[in-house]
T-cell receptor, first 116, second 112 residues
Framework: DTGVSQDPRHKITKRGQNVTFRCDPI?????LYWYRQTLGQGPEFLTY????????KSRLLSDRFSAERPKGSFSTLEIQRTEQGDSAMYLC??????????????FGEGSRLTVL | DQQVKQNSPSLSVQEGRISILNCDYT??????FLWYKKYPAEGPTFLIS?????DKNEDGRFTVFLNKSAKHLSLHIVPSQPGDSAVYFC???????????FGSGTRLLVRP
């Protein structure tokens, strides 16, 4: 399977703990995105990488959130000191568009976070 | 501030009939629009897109219509099939913007 893969698929944690999600994009894609989706809502943009550079972060991404893409391939999203409000589906997407827009994004199946 | 709105949370249609899903946007800088389909426990998958230089784009059973003056787009599925039952998201972006802004989705149920 050469699609976008995310790990873990589901994480249950206690409030205050740190969690990390990993995303492996489609190999030839240079753009990588993180989105968050809560129940009854559409995906909300969190952050965007072009190769290893993080070019945009949403105001939704508080100081407890950090994302990296160290070698321009896989990416990690870490949430420190989790809160119950962080419970959501975290979606990773990638794209290969070379122009000045996102184009079509290819999404992974998501990592569901439950904070108790 | 919801820039992309899908005001119908759900829609039920009979198999073989037309499904029409609607989407409104407020940001006049948006010039590229996409529809995604999402099944349970899967990520959204791209369905069809349209640029603001067009008012219609067709791909098989799926057609997207764009009315720029009304800031409104719609997705037509004809004929509808039970396998089309899913949540449909409308999304939009502007030139030189790398992010998509999504609506809240419409759950489509196609009854056999």
């Amino acid at each position: 399977d050469t699609g976008v893969s995310q790990d873990p698929r589901h994480k249950i944690t206690k409030r205050g703990q740190n969690v990390t999600f990993r995303c492996d994009p489609i190999s030839e894609h240079n753009r990588l995105y993180w989105y968050r989706q809560t129940l009854g809502q559409g995906p909300e943009f969190l952050t965007y990488f072009q190769n290893e550079a993080q070019l945009e972060k949403s105001r939704l991404l508080s100081d407890r959130f950090s994302a990296e893409r160290p070698k321009g391939s896989f990416s990690t999203l870490e949430i420190q000191r989790t809160e119950q409000g962080d419970s959501a589906m975290y979606l990773c997407a990638s794209s290969a568009q070379q122009g000045a827009r996102s184009g079509e994004l290819f999404f992974g199946e998501g990592s569901r976070l439950t904070v108790l | 501030d919801q820039q992309v709105k899908q005001n119908s949370p759900s829609l039920s249609v009979q198999e073989g009939r037309i499904s029409i899903l609607n989407c409104d946007y407020t940001n006049s800088m948006f010039d590229y629009f996409l529809w995604y389909k999402k099944y349970p426990a899967e990520g959204p998958t791209f369905l069809i897109s349209i640029s603001s230089i067009k008012d219609k784009n067709e791909d098989g059973r799926f057609t997207v219509f764009l009315n720029k003056s009304a800031k409104h787009l719609s997705l037509h599925i004809v004929p509808s099939q039970p396998g089309d039952s899913a949540v449909y998201f409308c999304a939009a972006s502007g030139y030189s913007s790398y992010k998509l802004i999504f609506g809240s989705g419409t759950r489509l149920l196609v009854r056999p």
